[in-house]
């Protein structure tokens, strides 16, 4: 297996290789400062046929659609740290925890993937399918 996998440490935009067949990313777009630039990276370095699955927070992409107990104690978190943290990087898009599937839709198909769907979600979080 050793020489299928490794795991590194690196910044997402210093990461040369390309062709992937799989990246993967959790609870980590909505609190990036440049959630678009990372989206573009990732398509560049993805294979043609390859998958990018993205899990973030559920959110409906109305503030009505969050006040339920985990939307309120999302909005929490995002006031709390998601938001600061985005607004302090390079770009400072600020998301947040409650950024919904529209706007992730959004930026995730802004960088050039043809397709965004919801493969599945559970309580806390949705995981996005991106196809280029």
């Not at 978190?77 to 985005?86: E, F, G, K, L, Q």
Request: hydrophobic share 35%; glycine share 10%.
């Amino acid at each position: 297996m050793s020489d299928r996998v490794r795991f590194e440490v690196a910044k997402a935009k210093e990461i040369t290789e390309t062709d992937f067949d799989l990246v993967t990313m959790y609870d980590c777009l909505h609190d990036m400062g440049d959630p678009r630039g990372c989206a573009g990276h990732v398509r560049k370095i993805l294979k043609k046929d390859g998958t990018w699955m993205v899990v973030e927070p559920i959110a409906g992409d109305k503030p009505e659609q969050n006040m339920n107990p985990v939307g309120r104690l999302y909005y929490n978190a995002s006031t709390m740290i998601c938001v600061p943290t985005s607004l302090d990087q390079e770009v400072g898009e600020g998301l947040g925890a409650q950024a919904g599937q529209a706007k992730l839709s959004e930026v995730i198909g802004g960088a050039g993937f043809s397709k965004v769907r919801r493969a599945t979600e559970g309580p806390f979080n949705m995981i996005l399918e991106a196809r280029i």
